[in-house]
């Protein structure tokens, strides 16, 4: 079992940066990829970014060259760095990890709100 807790979010204005930030807990050995999803109202959630044990970065189209994923495996936690934020990308921000005891499985944190004012 992993535990997954958000903190950082709020509201800003477009153009400006907000820093999310995940701790893990529990089964944090096993934990293979950290990152991302997002949530806006009435939408899918979508990916935003992850990041594997060895490093290896993958970001949507949408916040590429603008978010900045990073990862801490001693201390099990995952870092996202948004930086000329627009309005679209206001939405719940939830932490999401793989981890692979036995077989893959899914844990989700319980979501953050960023708001982006145009």
């Known amino acids: 079992q992993v535990q997954l807790v958000e903190s950082g979010g709020g509201l800003v204005q477009a153009g400006g940066s907000l820093r999310l930030s995940c701790a893990a807990s529990g089964s944090i050995f096993n934990i293979i990829t950290m990152g991302w999803y997002r949530q806006a109202p009435g939408k899918q959630r979508e990916f935003v970014a992850h990041i594997t044990r060895e490093g290896s970065e993958t970001y949507a189209g949408s916040v590429k060259g603008r978010f900045t994923i990073s990862r801490d495996n001693a201390k099990a936690t995952v870092t996202l760095l948004m930086n000329s934020l627009k309005p679209e990308d206001t939405a719940v921000y939830y932490c999401?990890?793989?981890?692979?005891?036995?077989?893959?499985?899914?844990?989700w944190g319980q979501g953050t709100q960023v708001t982006v004012s145009s």
């Open positions: 999401h990890a793989v981890e692979g005891r036995i077989g893959l499985s899914d844990y």
